[in-house]
């Protein structure tokens, strides 16, 4: 069996209307340097988005989400962050900001499979509950 790596993680969110703090987790981002991992999966439930903004516009949103997964591949056609190295990427991706689409703090865990813990960690934090 693997040994466990040490990762860090981030709810990725989205806050239709910034004033009133009120926010959707969206998806997740993953990064364990140990064993070169570093992922986002978006998980956009738009009807969560609709009821605290029906207003927003979805496709934008989606565009710039989209962006986030291409940022954790990297390389040519992610723009200058998509080149930086993949720490740098995550700590670029998780630095506060006051927009639309904001992350949470980083946390932290120990795992052996980050597969399935970006699962668990998506099924808690971002899915609606069964």
């Known amino acids: 069996m693997r040994p466990a790596d040490t990762y860090d993680y981030a709810v990725i969110r989205v806050v239709p209307r910034v004033e009133r703090e009120e926010f959707v987790n969206v998806g997740l981002l ?12 978006i998980e956009l439930d738009e009807a969560r988005i609709a009821a605290l903004d029906p207003t927003l516009d979805l496709e934008s949103l989606r565009r710039h989400l989209d962006t986030i997964p291409a940022i954790c591949r990297g390389g040519p056609g992610t723009g200058p962050i998509g080149l930086l190295p993949q720490r740098a990427r995550f700590h670029w991706l998780t630095a506060k900001r006051s927009s639309i689409i904001q992350t949470s703090p980083v946390h932290m865990g120990k795992c052996a499979d980050m597969a399935a813990t970006m699962e668990h960690l998506l099924e808690r934090m971002v899915r609606r509950p069964r």
């Open 30 to 41: 993953l990064s364990c340097e140990a064993s070169g991992y570093l992922e986002a999966r």
